[in-house]
């Protein structure tokens, strides 16, 4: 047994006496989980002061740099414009994705469907708006919500056991949308309470991938993607705190936005790790996502600037760590999309961003501790509406020293301050989303090039470190791999630099279609 995990060992059981956690015999389940996070407790035991400074995740200060959407641009702009120009239809859309909802029902996309007089009732809202002059920029459009955040008239189950009621209230980014004229489909299936990436739920069934059912939509906002991917509706509301919006768009071949730390607003959404949590849009385009992103955000509503190429854009692409390892189906499809980007006239450089290979364990310290505390209450008093997987990531939480958790801050602190200086000499980065396409169902550990990695280290590697930093980062589909399944490619930018970052994928996307006819 390696010395850590017997350590863990030996005060497990005190641990939970100390914290009156009646339920010490899962001590065992408890060492095996940490069994497979031996490298980063190992890590986190090693870990000095790191200065001592304390991490704060940035301000958001996000401006409005995109242009209007116009009446012929293609996706849900086009489907608002559509429905202005002929309000009588405004039901029409919704009713269109609802129908394609129940055919989909295998998906279990969803938890909450929309009925038609629930339809009704908000075309009515939206016509009633538009009649009186309000800005409709998302008029009669059809969006699914991420079941973690309140949606009036739907429940809020986190994806998880228990009751729930119906919520009276929309959080704040969902109410945006509504005034804006969208229509809520309902509230989306995902891995429970956000705390995985498979969207394996036990209390309402696994997600399926659209692109191939032998095989993960990613998660936690797997519900999210594969509604997005079957075409039930062209955009939906995701939440990451690891990757959960990008991992599942990656997985089912769609694109999936998280912006700036706090750009869109959390409040009403239920927390994870409140440092590392991001709302963002999972939709079909580029443009489908600035749009939703700039009403959540409560700017004026756009789309990004259309570039006519990448002449003077900066692109670094960071080899060490998010290339290596990679499988090699995966580093084709990135070697090729680097090269369309250099024909384009980035200047494509490489950079190094000192300290990420420690990301994931930092993201653990500060997962683990967070989401632990969120919940303990439930853990104390409803663990059994809980599943078996959530459960022991949650109670292993509590037997993190709180000298690992703020060392781990300070830590965090130097690595979000290398990646602002490592873009000093770039305008984005470019990565991969994941090193693989997406993994078999119940794979526990993913075998990439000649590197075996437990599952979790393998999926969310590539995407954790954004959240750690706040940066804003945005995935988009690359090809297929050899096995016809998707490959996500991934964008980064400095802080606030939402729109330039969106700017550069849109004329990515562009690219790469035009490669990939």
């Known amino acids: 047994m390696p010395d850590i995990i017997r350590r863990f060992a030996q005060v497990a059981e005190h641990q939970a006496a100390l914290l009156a956690y009646p339920f010490p015999d899962r001590r065992q389940a408890w060492l095996d989980r940490l069994q497979l996070n031996l490298a980063e407790l190992q890590f986190l035991d090693a870990l000095s002061e790191a200065g001592g400074a ?3 995740p940035p301000q958001a200060g996000v401006r409005a740099k995109g242009i209007a959407p116009q009446d012929d641009t293609e996706g849900i702009a086009a489907i608002a414009a559509a429905a202005r120009r002929d309000p009588a239809g405004v039901q029409k859309p919704a009713l269109q994705a609802l129908q394609a909802a129940r055919a989909h029902s295998g998906l279990h996309a969803f938890i909450d469907l929309a009925t038609e007089p629930q339809v009704a009732e908000q075309a009515q809202a939206a016509l009633h708006g538009f009649h009186e002059g309000r800005p409709a920029p998302l008029f009669a459009v059809p969006i699914a919500v991420k079941d973690l955040m309140s949606v009036q008239g739907f429940r809020l189950t986190g994806g998880s056991g228990g009751e729930a009621g119906v919520e009276s209230a929309d959080a704040l980014a969902i109410g945006r949308l509504r005034s804006a004229g ?14 995985g990436i498979t969207s394996n739920n036990p209390h309402f069934s696994p997600v399926v991938n659209p692109r191939s059912a032998a095989h993960i939509p ?5 519900g999210s993607a594969a509604a997005v991917a079957a075409g039930i509706v062209r955009a939906s509301v995701g939440t990451d705190t690891a990757g959960s ?3 599942p768009a990656a997985c089912c071949g769609v694109v999936g936005f998280k912006p700036t730390y706090d750009a869109i607003p959390r409040q009403g959404a239920m ?3 409140p440092t590392l949590d991001h709302l963002g849009p999972i939709t079909q385009s580029v443009d489908d996502a600035a749009l939703l992103f700039s009403v959540m955000a409560g700017m004026p509503a756009q789309v990004p600037e259309r ?5 003077g854009v900066r692109v670094g692409i960071p080899r060490r760590y998010f290339f290596d390892p990679l499988a090699p189906d995966v580093a084709r499809a990135l070697d090729a999309a680097i090269a369309r980007l250099r024909a384009d006239g980035a200047d494509i450089t490489d950079v190094d961003l000192p300290g990420v290979q420690n990301a994931s364990a930092l993201q653990f310290a500060t997962l683990c501790s967070e989401a632990t505390a969120i919940h303990w209450s439930r853990l104390l008093t409803r663990p059994h509406t809980l599943g078996e997987d959530v459960r022991v990531r ?22 979000a301050q290398s990646f602002q200086a490592a873009m000093q000499g770039a305008d984005v980065l470019l990565i991969p989303t994941l090193r693989t396409t997406a993994p078999p169902n119940g794979a526990q550990f993913l075998r990439v090039g000649a590197t075996e990695m437990p599952l979790h280290a393998a999926v969310t590697s590539l995407t954790l470190p954004f959240n750690l930093t706040g940066m804003p980062a945005i995935s988009l589909p690359c090809g297929a791999g050899d096995n016809g399944l998707p490959v996500g490619l991934q964008l980064a930018a400095p802080h606030n630099q939402d729109w330039r970052l969106l700017a550069v994928a849109r004329r990515t996307e562009t690219l790469l279609k035009d490669s990939n006819p």
């Open 271 to 273: 927390d994870l790790g």
């Open 182 to 195: 969208a229509i809520i489909m309902g509230t989306t299936n995902l891995h429970e309470l956000a705390y």
């Open 54 to 56: 304390q991490y704060q």
């Open 394 to 415: 949650l109670e292993i939480g509590q037997l993190f020293p709180a000298v690992w958790y703020t060392r781990a801050q300070g830590a965090r602190k130097a690595l």
């Open 218 to 222: 990613g998660g936690s906002s797997g």
């Open 245 to 247: 919006i990008r991992i």
């Open 307 to 311: 570039l006519a190429d990448l002449q």
